[in-house]
Nanobody, 124 residues
Framework: QVQLVESGGRLVQAGGSVRLSCVAS????????MAWFRQAPGKGREFVAA????????KSADSVKGRFTLSRDDSKNTVYLQMHALKPEDTAVYYC?????????????????WGQGTQVTVSS
C-alpha cells in the first residue's frame, strides 16, 4: 500500500473553483493508477474521476464532465483534481485512492490505498 495525503479542500461559493492535490509516498508512483471519490453527508462513496498508470487515460463521472479536470505529475508523486463551476451538490469529503498497476475503473473496492479525505463545501 501507498500513503496518500490530500489537500486543498475549502469553503467556496457556487460557481467557484478549487484544486485538490494528493501526494503519494511511493517512489514508484508512476505505476499506480489514481482516482478521486467523494462522499456527501448521509450518502455512499461516489466515483469522481480516475487516471491510469502508464498511458494516463482518464475516466470521469458524468456529473463532473466538463467541470473537473484530473491530471498527474509523476515527478512530484502528485495527482490533481481541478474543479470549476462548483455546485452545492459537489459538497463532500473528497478522497484520493490508488491501485498498483493499470486500472481505470469506478469500483472503490479495487483501490487498495486511500487518503484521509479533504472537505469541499460549496455554498449557494
Amino acid at each position: 500500500q501507498v500513503q496518500l495525503v490530500e489537500s486543498g479542500g475549502r469553503l467556496v461559493q457556487a460557481g467557484g473553483s478549487v484544486r485538490l492535490s494528493c501526494v503519494a509516498s511511493e517512489r514508484t508512483f508512476g505505476i499506480y493508477s489514481m482516482a478521486w471519490f467523494r462522499q456527501a453527508p448521509g450518502k455512499g462513496r461516489e466515483f469522481v474521476a480516475a487516471i491510469s498508470s502508464r498511458s494516463g487515460s482518464i475516466k470521469s463521472a458524468d456529473s463532473v464532465k466538463g467541470r473537473f479536470t484530473l491530471s498527474r505529475d509523476d515527478s512530484k508523486n502528485t495527482v490533481y483534481l481541478q474543479m470549476h463551476a462548483l455546485k452545492p451538490e459537489d459538497t463532500a469529503v473528497y478522497y484520493c485512492a490508488a491501485y498498483e498497476l493499470w486500472y481505470l475503473g469506478v469500483e472503490s473496492g479495487r483501490y487498495d490505498s486511500w487518503g484521509q479525505g479533504t472537505q469541499v463545501t460549496v455554498s449557494s
